[in-house]
């Protein structure tokens, strides 16, 4: 199952464009990426999932590169209420027996007035 | 519509005693899985039930064990516990198989709030 890695954390004001990147070396073929956010003492809510290139929602995109190593979330014009933490996962199951995904530390993203 | 309940929301127990937690998935997920979520820490993955059959187990010891029920309801059950299971228990649910041997299943995951576990 692929390792990933993000920062711990990141500091920004409201309004700006936070760019949170996870690196995940080993992914396999049939991996996706998803990412979610947990606010303190709540499950965490998924945010986006993507295979390749670029996935855009209503609250943030997902930017791949071909070789796919690496993806970036990409919240626009954040607000206090997008202080989280963030977590990258990737993870499949094609013909395998086991289901489990892996949280790693997540990415702490802490917004400012 | 109600999202994924679990019960209880907060319990104490001390080292040694038994724990039951309990988790309803989201009407028509047949799917749940449980992670056990450690203070500054990010969830690890513990099962995975798929219309009642175990279909991944991560790895914890074998104190710790589940069951789903027909109506897709799921328990987890910690036996003997350590200070160390002191932790936020969390409950998913997903509509389908997050991967079924043969082929991808991308289907998003829906937490519960969690139930707080004190170990004393």
């Known amino acids: 199952l692929a390792k990933t890695t993000q920062p711990i954390s990141m500091d920004s004001y409201e309004g700006q464009e936070v760019n949170i990147t996870c690196s995940h070396n080993n992914i396999a073929t049939n991996d996706y990426i998803t990412w979610y956010q947990q606010f303190p003492s709540q499950g965490p809510r998924f945010i986006i999932q993507?295979?390749?290139t670029k996935v855009t929602n209503e609250v943030a995109s997902l930017f791949i590169p071909a070789d796919r190593k690496s993806s970036t979330l990409s919240l626009p014009r954040v607000s206090l209420s997008d202080t989280a933490v963030y977590y990258c996962l990737v993870g499949s199951n094609y013909g395998g027996a086991t289901n489990k995904l892996i949280f790693g530390t997540g990415t702490l993203l802490a917004v400012q007035p | 519509d109600a999202g994924v309940t679990q019960s209880p929301t907060h319990l104490i127990k001390t080292r040694g005693q038994h724990v039951t937690l309990r988790c309803s998935p989201i009407s028509g997920h047949k799917s749940v899985s449980w992670y056990q979520q450690v203070l500054g820490q990010g969830p690890q993955f513990i099962f995975q039930?798929?219309?009642?059959?175990?279909?991944g187990r991560g790895n914890f010891p074998d104190r710790f064990s589940a069951r789903q029920f027909p109506n897709y309801s799921s328990e987890l059950n910690v036996n003997a516990l350590l200070l160390g299971d002191s932790a936020l228990y969390l409950c998913?649910?997903?509509?389908?198989?997050?991967?079924?041997?043969?082929?991808?299943?991308?289907?998003?995951?829906?937490f519960g709030e969690g139930s707080r576990l004190t170990v004393l």
């Open positions: 998913a649910s997903s509509p389908s198989v997050l991967g079924t041997s043969g082929s991808w299943n991308t289907g998003e995951l829906f």
């Open positions: 039930y798929y219309e009642k059959e175990e279909r």
């Open positions: 993507g295979y390749k």
